[in-house]
Nanobody, 115 residues
């Protein structure tokens, strides 16, 4: 069973930056997606960004140009660099992996952006 451990959340002022990390506990089969979702209070979980093991990326319109997803396949780790943060980015951010072995979620890390 793959476990995902997130880190890097916290409190930041608007316009600031944070970098989230998500490490998988074991090797993930190739041909997989690693990505991020977020859930704000009272709202549904929404897609933020994902990256395929081959390198292609896709991100939500709301974060494109501000957030950058990257990964280190050798370390089974995915990153989310978040710049120019806005109060509406406040949410719990969840790491997600989809592979041929299944779909996995992290426990979530809180990101709070103050105005």
């Amino acid at each position: 069973q793959v476990q995902l451990v997130e880190s890097g959340g916290g409190l930041v002022q608007a316009g600031g930056s944070l970098r989230l990390s998500c490490a998988a506990s074991e090797s993930i089969f190739s041909n997989n997606y690693m990505g991020w979702y977020r859930q704000a209070p009272g709202k549904q979980r929404e897609f933020v960004a994902r990256m395929h093991s081959a390198g292609s990326t896709y991100s939500a319109d709301s974060v494109r140009g501000r957030f950058t997803i990257s990964r280190d396949n050798a370390k089974n780790t995915v990153y989310l660099q978040m710049n120019d943060l806005k109060p509406e980015d406040t949410a719990v951010y969840f790491c997600n992996v989809r592979s041929t072995s299944g779909e996995y979620w992290g426990q979530g890390t809180q990101v709070t952006v103050s105005s």
